[in-house]
């Protein structure tokens, strides 16, 4: 009996579900074709971007899911979809949630 998997499968994201979940989002912009969210955090200065990077990063470890981004100075420009499909998949809402709080937490 092969032992079961805890791994849930990343399915990718239909057109009615994107819409579904940038709508429970706020402030995430659709880009590449609505294969990809992206979003802007400005923060009062480097140590608390770099703060929030870390929780975030480690979330990220956490789920194996990671976000493509960037970082000057106070401002951090995230860009999540999932590699493995090609597309938008409920990991991206997960940790685009995730992200929204820690940005909240750090005044961002
Ligand atoms: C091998 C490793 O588990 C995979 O490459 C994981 C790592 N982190 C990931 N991050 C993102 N954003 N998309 C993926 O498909 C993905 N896959």
Not at 11 to 37: K, P, T
Not at 47 to 65: D, I, K, P, Q, Y
Request: neutral net charge; hydrophobic residues 45%.
């Amino acid at each position: 009996m092969p032992a079961a998997s805890s791994e849930a499968a990343v399915v990718r994201l239909n057109a009615q579900e994107r819409h579904e979940a940038l709508a429970s989002l706020g402030g995430w912009d659709l880009v590449a074709n609505g294969q990809a969210i992206r979003k802007t955090f400005t923060f009062g200065c480097f140590s608390r971007a770099w703060g929030f990077m870390s929780r975030v990063a480690l979330e990220s470890e956490r789920m194996n899911h990671h976000p493509e981004w960037s970082n000057v100075w106070n401002r951090v420009d995230i860009l999540l979809t999932t590699h493995d499909v090609g597309g938008l998949s409920g990991n991206d809402v997960r940790l685009a949630r995730f992200i929204d709080r820690c940005a909240l937490d750090a005044g961002g």
